[in-house]
């Protein structure tokens, strides 16, 4: 008996991904890129994928949840995220120490960092799926 798939894609218009592990649905691609923190966070807000109008910019562990240290150049499943740029995502974690500066996670090969939030950096979309 196989597992169940952990990813499953969506297409309601556009590609979403549901992850069963976590209970999350992401936009497959970003919804911003080279984007500051403020039009990262904005861009997530005002998408309306799939009929849903309640997407938001992920936290570091959220976003985290996603990565695929088995792999490099992106660190993600590409079957569930094809085409996945291998760069900074911006997560709406602050850093404590700064507030000029937040989270983001490098995706070319799985780590995490801080961004200066005027930098430019992409943006996945998520929200809770079923609700």
Avoid: N
């Amino acid at each position: 008996m196989s597992a169940a798939p952990r990813f499953t894609q969506t297409h309601g218009g556009v590609l979403t991904v549901i992850d069963a592990t976590t209970g999350l649905e992401w936009s497959a691609q970003p919804v911003a890129r080279d984007a500051t923190h403020e039009a990262a966070s904005k861009a997530c807000a005002d998408c309306r994928l799939g009929g849903h109008t309640d997407w938001r910019l992920p936290t570091r562990q959220e976003l985290l949840s996603i990565f695929d240290l088995s792999r490099h150049e992106p660190a993600i499943d590409t079957d569930a995220f094809p085409d996945f740029p291998s760069t900074w995502f911006w997560t709406s974690d602050l850093c404590a120490w700064s507030s000029a500066s937040a989270w983001g996670v490098f995706f070319y090969y799985g780590s995490v960092g801080s961004l200066h939030r005027g930098s430019g950096g992409f943006a996945l979309a998520v929200r809770r799926a079923g609700q």
